[in-house]
């Protein structure tokens, strides 16, 4: 019984021992979420964005509205006379800002910019809740395993007991075999809580890279220091930043007109010096509301559809919070109540016990209680692990990174 109870040991340890020596150990769950972020693909496309909304920032303060061009333009006299007349002409033009619409860029850019930020700010929030989610499935999973480790322990030696009792006379075989039986069983929930085990620390390790556990503690409970929710912010952001489009296009309604400079060289035989020239250009690209009408109605739909999300966010952040506070309290008044009961119950198994030595008890009545004193065992572990996952799931729901 206690070789097969060894060699279960090392057939876990085979499968643990590996994953814990890939990774040191974190120091707290906030190196945990640090690492996972790291690794989150959402990271390098929001860099991305990061750079493309500072490229954004930095057109929108150049004096000009576009790129300049230059052109060069060349021109012979090839009637059949003698004049010899060439003329090279060189020019530099540049569109220019219309009254209003540097000022709509420059907000844009801005409003751009800070929406990347708070994206960024949400999707770490996100990453920290997928964090704490596995974290405390594979907390839940190894105090199961724990706990079913230490009922197994528990019916071994109590088994040893009933066994020695048999071979003396005292009781029948068949409390020997019904014994036996309580602790085949008992090695086959550990076996399921140990593959259950495996299966939660490995899909931790996937998200985080490392299968070190931080310490099983529920995370203080805090508010937002400025009472704003990273997921409502996000939304928030990405309305102001479609308001400042739906300005850029309504200041946008024809193209930027250009400037041009130029300058002139000119030569013919009957002149004695050549002549040159300078001269200055304005284009004005004609533009009318109905021209601009496509831009500007995306710009209102864009507008109308982040003012309906960030409504729908601000709803669905207050829900999630009530909810997460009336789990919190579930979880304190379940793990009070756990607590009761397993106290009560390890009373009630150690009278049986006592009175089992005694004569006084059946054998059946012994492990009625044993196993009803392991559901409590259990029971409380799986209210501790709740607790702290409400702990985590009320912070996650006020937007507050560990």
Known sequence: MRARRLSLYIAGAAIVLPCLASAAPPANLKTVVEHAW????????????????????STAQSWI???????????????P??????????S?????????????RQAWAARSTDEVAAQLLQARLAVAGEVRIRFWEAAAAREVLAEKDDHLHHLEQFADEVQSRVKAGDLARSDGLLAQQEVHAAVVALAMARSQAAQALARYQVLTGTAELPPLEPEPLREPADG???RLAAARATESRALAGLRLAEATRSESPSLAVSLRHETENNLAEPNRSIGIALQFPIGSKARNRP??????TQLATAAAEAAQAAATVASDAALAREQVAHAEAALAAATSRAAAMHEHKALLEKSFRLGESSLAEVLRSNA???????????QRVALGAAHAQLNQARGLLP
């Open 295 to 300: 831009a500007e109605s995306l710009a209102q």
């Open 372 to 382: 009803l004193s392991h559901e409590a065992d259990v029971a409380v572990r799986q």
């Open 65 to 79: 509205a576009g790129n300049p061009t230059v052109g060069l333009a060349q021109r012979n006299d090839r009637s």
């Open 228 to 230: 704003v929710n990273a």
């Open 38 to 57: 790291s690794r989150s693909a959402e990271v390098r496309t929001l860099e991305a964005r990061q750079e493309e909304a500072a490229a954004a920032r």
């Open 92 to 104: 530099v033009s540049a569109p220019f800002w219309l009254p209003g619409q540097k000022s709509a």
């Open 81 to 90: 006379s003698l004049r010899d007349q060439r003329e090279s002409e060189l």
